[in-house]
């Protein structure tokens, strides 16, 4: 399965069922008319270990409110019905382990989802979550980290499909000043292991940010900033983040609707 970027390419995360459901469907496709190439659905989890403050609290809001897997799903048919951007489960293995791995692929095939990225499942431990996912066709989207070994970085490459997505320093999310400077050579080194696109995460929140990840990868990943801006934008959150992301790409000033 191949994931089309544009250049200069998005992958934009938000935090589903933060504030409701209804709402992160809508801010997904305020996403994808600013031009995101692909969404992440974030499913909220109790114990996000390697969330930072920001997805944290979005969580446990959406977790108070009621979001689940099948919620999440849900969204994601009717995001799919609207568009042909790519679409992304991002979830902690324990809400699918609950929900049942097999029938989390047979769900996500019929929402038409693209794939998954299941944070803390490493690739080593992934056989029984590979075979499903082969059977309903969907794609593995594994992450590389700067801390990863040549072995790993090749394992990592060799299962993911649609892209790969490079996590530009070890630690928690959440935005920064500036972007770390292992991003690029984590690059280089999978760019040798894979023709997949790579996307580059963890941090980038500026326009410079995303203007420099697009020299060297495929697409910047943008998740805490937009979980923040929803946050603060009550009542305007979808307009906000697609105004958001068209200053962050630098098409704010050709672009006739905000989204």
Same mark, same amino acid.
């Given at each position: 399965?191949?994931?089309?970027?544009?250049?200069?390419?998005?992958?934009?995360?938000?935090?589903?069922?933060?504030?409701? /459901?209804?709402?992160?469907?809508?801010? &997904?496709?305020? =996403?994808?008319?600013? !031009? *995101?190439? #692909?969404?992440? +659905?974030? @499913?909220?989890?109790?114990?996000?270990?390697?969330?930072?403050?920001?997805?944290?609290?979005?969580?446990?809001?959406?977790?108070?409110?009621?979001?689940?897997?099948?919620?999440?799903?849900?969204?994601?048919?009717?995001?799919?019905?609207?568009?042909?951007?790519?679409?992304?489960?991002?979830?902690?293995?324990?809400?699918?382990?609950?929900?049942? /791995?097999?029938?989390?692929?047979?769900? &996500?095939?019929? =929402?038409?989802?693209? !794939? *998954?990225? #299941?944070?803390? +499942?490493? @690739?080593?431990?992934?056989?029984?979550?590979?075979?499903?996912?082969?059977?309903?066709?969907?794609?593995?989207?594994?992450?590389?980290?700067?801390?990863?070994?040549?072995?790993?970085?090749?394992?990592?490459?060799?299962?993911?499909?649609?892209?790969?997505?490079?996590?530009?320093?070890?630690?928690?999310?959440?935005?920064?000043?500036?972007?770390?400077?292992?991003?690029?050579?984590?690059?280089?080194?999978?760019?040798?292991?894979?023709?997949?696109?790579?996307?580059?995460?963890?941090?980038?929140?500026?326009?410079?940010?995303?203007?420099?990840?697009?020299?060297?990868?495929?697409?910047?990943?943008?998740?805490?900033?937009?979980?923040?801006?929803?946050?603060?934008?009550?009542?305007?959150?979808?307009?906000?983040?697609?105004?958001?992301?068209?200053?962050?790409?630098?098409?704010?000033?050709?672009?006739?609707?905000?989204?």
């Amino acid at each position: 399965m191949a994931i089309k970027f544009h250049k200069p390419g998005l992958v934009a995360y938000i935090t589903c069922g933060d504030p409701d /459901l209804g709402i992160s469907r809508d801010v &997904a496709l305020a =996403a994808i008319q600013a !031009g *995101a190439d #692909v969404i992440e +659905l974030g @499913v909220p989890f109790s114990d996000p270990v390697a969330d930072g403050p920001v997805i944290q609290r979005a969580s446990e809001r959406a977790l108070k409110h009621g979001t689940n897997l099948p919620g999440v799903l849900d969204i994601a048919k009717q995001i799919r019905a609207q568009t042909k951007a790519g679409l992304i489960i991002f979830s902690y293995l324990n809400p699918i382990l609950q929900f049942g /791995l097999e029938k989390f692929c047979a769900a &996500a095939k019929e =929402a038409r989802v693209d !794939g *998954a990225l #299941v944070t803390d +499942l490493p @690739v080593e431990e992934a056989g029984e979550y590979l075979k499903a996912m082969k059977v309903h066709k969907l794609a593995p989207v594994f992450l590389a980290a700067p801390t990863s070994t040549d072995e790993r970085l090749r394992d990592v490459a060799r299962h993911s499909r649609g892209f790969v997505y490079a996590i530009s320093r070890t630690g928690i999310t959440g935005t920064r000043q500036e972007l770390a400077g292992d991003a690029r050579s984590l690059v280089e080194r999978l760019r040798a292991f894979t023709k997949l696109p790579i996307a580059v995460g963890f941090g980038v929140s500026t326009p410079q940010q995303f203007s420099e990840v697009n020299t060297f990868a495929d697409a910047a990943v943008v998740g805490s900033a937009i979980v923040q801006t929803v946050e603060q934008n009550p009542g305007r959150e979808a307009e906000a983040v697609g105004q958001f992301l068209l200053k962050l790409t630098g098409t704010a000033q050709t672009a006739t609707a905000g989204g």
